[in-house]
Every structure is written in C-alpha cells, then in structure tokens.
C-alpha cells in the first residue's frame, strides 16, 4: 500500500512564516558574529596571543557563509545549519572552563537560536517553493 503524501501548508500561511524565519535567521547569524568579536576583542584572556588573528580564525567559516545568508538562498541557510554545529560544541566545551562558562553558555544558545530560525527557513522555504511550482494543488 502507497503512503500518502503529506499536503503542503497555503501560501498564506507560508509566505509570513518565511519572512519571519529569514529575519530570525539573519539576526541570529549576525548576533552571533558580534558575540564572537566582542568576546575576542575585549574580553578573552588569550595569553599574548593577537585578538584579531583568532577571531579571523574563529569567523572564516562564517564569512563564507555570508553571502548565501543576505541572498536569502535556503541552500545557504542550511550550510549555516552544519557550520553551526561546530561551534555549539566548541561553546559546550568552553561551557566546562569555570573562566569561560559565560561565554561558552551564550555561543551555545546563540548557536542554537541560528540553527533553528535558518532551518525553519529552509524547511518553509522549500515548502513555499514547491507550493508555488504548482505542488499539492490536486
């Protein structure tokens, strides 16, 4: 016996939650990048190591990831999603450091506030396009 496919939820439905999940998701993406510069900046001990050289380290895979976020493209909404996840576990790391614990909790929830916001995103994204091409109108 054939599943039946899931129907897909009206544009009118679609179209704000887009909207919204794309804001979400770029003020997740560029708060997140402000939390790791004003960490590095100005409170990291980085024992006479350069701020700047670790923080370009720290933000190269975000910069990368930049130009898919402001086009709105959701195949570079879920790019951010994977690079994401490395820096939530490095946040979980730091998160055990009693010196970082602060930081370590923040990079966390910032982390885990852009994978949702840009993976709803894409989820409804995908779903709004696959409306629009004239998917589920049977």
């Not at 939530?88 to 055990?96: H, R, V």
């Not at 970082?100 to 506030?113: K, P, Y």
Request: charged content about 15%; glycine content about 8%; aromatic content about 14%.
């Amino acid at each position: 016996m054939a599943k039946r496919a899931k129907l897909l939820p009206g544009v009118d439905w679609l179209k704000p939650r887009v909207r919204l999940a794309r804001w979400l998701s770029l003020a997740c993406f560029f708060g997140f990048m402000g939390l790791l510069c004003g960490y590095y900046l100005l409170v990291a001990d980085l024992h006479g190591a350069r701020p700047w050289v670790i923080l370009l380290i720290e933000l190269v895979p975000l910069l990368l990831l930049t130009p898919g976020m402001l086009l709105g493209s959701p195949r570079g909404h879920a790019w951010t999603c994977f690079a994401v996840n490395l820096y939530f576990i490095k946040g979980a790391l730091a998160a055990y450091d009693p010196h970082r614990q602060l930081f370590g909790l923040l990079e966390m929830a910032a982390s885990l506030a852009l994978f949702a916001s840009a993976l709803l995103y894409v989820r409804w994204r995908f779903q709004l396009n696959r409306k629009l091409a004239g998917e589920g109108l049977a």
